[in-house]
């Protein structure tokens, strides 16, 4: 804003424009050479490894610029964390929007990311009937979907549960007396308030410790959002939402990837 001011005086342009051919700069305009302050942020953990490079660890001053570095490289990794978070918005409207029959809130009004996804035989109780479903991780919540029986690609919205009220059982094989079933491979999410379990089958042991371990994820992340305060403003609900307006509709479901670099076993 400054140079800005600045270069609305002519004596200021002729001046900076002396400087630039006196030092053979190539012919831009001045505030291209200005930092953003979070494009200044990313450089701070290169500057501080090469001063800790020159640095001798008997000196002083290492421990506290090696603490420095540590600490400035968690906060550009926080940055573009947050970034790619952000840019993943739209994909979860486009997502959502491809959805049928969607009832209630929108994904995007308490969730920001999709940790796992994957498909299950699911009992709830009280009702006790083996369903099969295709269950969408986010981040708060969990969205079950039932296919289409011919269009196996096409999606239904058959609701959701809100994970901040859950907490996850691991069960051994065997007979469970609550549902009165066989269990194999199977975990419970129960309702903290309520009483209410639903149980869950993966169909295989490997997929089980998947999502158990994608549960332990969703609530970390919960937890490390609620520290740095991290939330999707009105405004970026708005644009992703309008986004989806101008992506044509398309047979079929929109896909998008899960929070993919946890499952790289």
Excluded at 29 to 40: C, E, N, R, S, Y
Excluded at 125 to 134: D, I, K, L, S
Excluded at 169 to 183: L, P, W
Aim: proline share 2%.
């Amino acid at each position: 804003m400054e140079l800005s001011k600045l270069m609305k005086d002519s004596r200021y342009q002729h001046f900076f424009e002396a400087c630039r051919l006196l030092q053979q700069m190539i012919d831009i305009a001045i505030d291209g050479f200005l930092l953003t302050p979070v494009q200044k942020i990313c450089k701070y953990p290169l500057q501080l490894a090469e001063l800790l490079k020159y640095t001798a660890q008997d000196h002083s001053d290492y421990r506290y610029v090696a603490a420095a570095l540590a600490v400035m490289r968690n906060v550009t990794q926080q940055i573009n964390e947050r970034k790619r978070r952000l840019e993943n918005i739209d994909k979860i409207a486009q997502w959502q929007a491809s959805v049928l029959d969607w009832e209630g809130e929108d994904i995007l009004d308490r969730s920001s990311e999709l940790i796992y996804t994957g498909e299950m035989a699911w009992i709830y109780q009280p009702y006790g009937r083996n369903q099969q479903r295709v269950f969408f991780l986010f981040d708060h919540q969990m969205v079950l979907c039932k296919k289409d029986l011919i269009r196996r690609d096409i999606l239904y919205y058959k609701g959701r549960i809100d994970m901040d009220k859950y907490e996850v059982v691991d069960i051994e094989d065997g007979r469970d007396d609550d549902f009165n079933v066989s269990m194999k491979n199977a975990f419970k999410l129960h309702n903290k308030e309520t009483e209410e379990i639903h149980l869950f089958f993966a169909k295989k042991l490997e997929e089980k410790i998947r999502w158990l371990r994608a549960f332990r994820e969703e609530r970390k992340m919960v937890q490390e959002d609620e520290k740095i305060g991290f939330e999707i403003s009105e405004n970026q609900k708005r644009q992703a939402a309008m986004t989806v307006r101008k992506v044509p509709k398309q047979k079929g479901n929109a896909s998008f990837s899960p929070h993919h670099h946890l499952f790289s076993v």
